[in-house]
């Protein structure tokens, strides 16, 4: 089943900027790489989420090219090339339902992980700033 070329455009689009979403909100949280978080366990968590956020959306998108071009290949071709193309488009097809999962769980790990990881603050975090001491003032003591 072929798509029509509109639509076939349109989702590679839609694909493509929910590849560059993912890497802006997934960039995002990579600046908090080496920041506090309460255990070893979430901290390698919150590194692999943002992995998973990063590329899941290129592996997404690059998996619709690669069916997309196999099809095309198969149904130009014949033999044994034609069966490799298929199985290689039948593969692209399977990633995509696990990466997708991934993705998704990534993305509520990190909403939820903002939360949870202020029960326990560094001792620093709950001091005052007194902003009057950065105003610069002329005499006095």
């Known amino acids: 089943m072929s798509i029509p070329g509109n639509l076939e455009l349109q989702t590679s689009r839609t694909l493509a900027v929910f590849a560059l979403l993912g890497l802006l909100y997934g960039g995002i949280h990579a600046t908090a790489w080496n920041s506090y978080l309460p255990t070893a366990v979430e901290r390698e968590l919150f590194r692999l989420s943002t992995l998973s956020v990063v590329c899941g959306g290129f592996v997404i998108w690059a998996s619709y090219h690669v069916e997309k071009f196999m099809s095309n290949f198969s149904d130009r071709h014949e033999g044994?090339?034609?069966?490799?193309?298929?199985?290689?488009?039948w593969l692209a097809i399977?990633?995509?339902?696990?990466?997708?999962?991934?993705?998704?769980?990534?993305?509520?790990?990190?909403?939820?992980?903002?939360?949870i990881s202020v029960r326990r603050l560094p001792a620093g975090s709950y001091?005052?700033?007194s902003w009057v001491d950065f105003l610069p003032h002329i005499g006095g003591n």
């Open 127 to 129: 001091s005052t700033v």
């Open 94 to 115: 399977i990633i995509v339902g696990p990466v997708m999962f991934l993705f998704c769980v990534s993305r509520v790990f990190l909403v939820v992980e903002a939360f």
């Open 80 to 89: 044994l090339l034609t069966e490799v193309a298929d199985f290689l488009a």
